[in-house]
Structure formats: structure tokens, C-alpha cells
């Protein structure tokens, strides 16, 4: 199965580390959305969300992953639910330049505050992942000037950064 991730999940390193059979296939530019950091994080920061504009010209790029089956259940459980403020959707992507389905997930509306800001360590994993994905720089860029927090958790800033050391 195909899944698409266009937050956090991007940084393979980061991903892996949660399911362990996610193998990266190709990037992919996803249009029609716009990123935007307003999904409401259980540590009461924001996270990434893809917001549906259905203007073409807005897009969000990706890491598109091949998820084992046996891996798909602790995926989708950590993400489809109500309890964690995430709705699966089906998209369409490419891979190899042949069109496959996928899924990622959106912030339910019941999950969405504008008013929030992420964590600098969340947005690393997001840039790690663009740069190691070669992203076009403009969208790096962009990622790099997310206006963020310092996480006063010095523990769980250093438990997220740990991954990369």
C-alpha cells in the first residue's frame, strides 16, 4: 500500500522509526493543497496539515512510502481517528511516473486551531525530510521560515531529536 506523507513523516529516519517496513519510493508534488501548521498537536503545539484548496497552483510535496500490510494497522490507528484529530483520505500519486492510489491524512475539523505554532524540533523533522528528498528550495525555504516555538520540554525535544544522532 502507498502512503503519502507530506509532515513530519517525510524524514525517513523519523518515520522508520515508527514503522519499521516504510520504504521511501519517490517524492511527489501534490497539487491542489496548501500546507499549512494548524493541526491541533496532543503536546498542545501545531502540527502539518494538507488543506484542501482545489486550486492547482497550490501544492504540497511529499514522500510517497510503501507500508507493509502487517504495518498498516499501527499507521493507521496512530492516525485515523477522532481521538488524534486525523481523517484518512484517498489521493492519487505518482510513482516512477505511473499513477497509483495512496492515502495520508488531514486534520479533522474539529482539530484545527489557526492560532498555534509548531515546535522548531517538529519542523526539523519536516526539513530534514525535504532536504534529504531534494525538495525544490523555494519549498525548503518556506519550511525554514515556519514561524515556531521552543519546546520548554528539554526531554521530549531532546527524545524527538534523538533519531538523528
Known sequence: MYYFSYAA???VAW???RIASAEPLDTYELHGYRLEFNKIGADGSSKANAVYTGNQEDSIWGVVYQVAEEDRHALENGYNSRKH???KQNIMVEVDYEPHQAFMFVAHEDSIDDNL???SWYVFHLLHGAMSADFPMEYVGMLQNVDTL???NIQRA???NEVYA
Open 85 to 87: 484529530g486525523y481523517i
Open 117 to 119: 505554532k509548531p515546535y
Open 9 to 11: 513523516n517525510i524524514s
Open 150 to 152: 521552543t519546546d520548554t
Open 158 to 160: 531532546c527524545n524527538e
Open 15 to 17: 518515520f522508520q522509526k
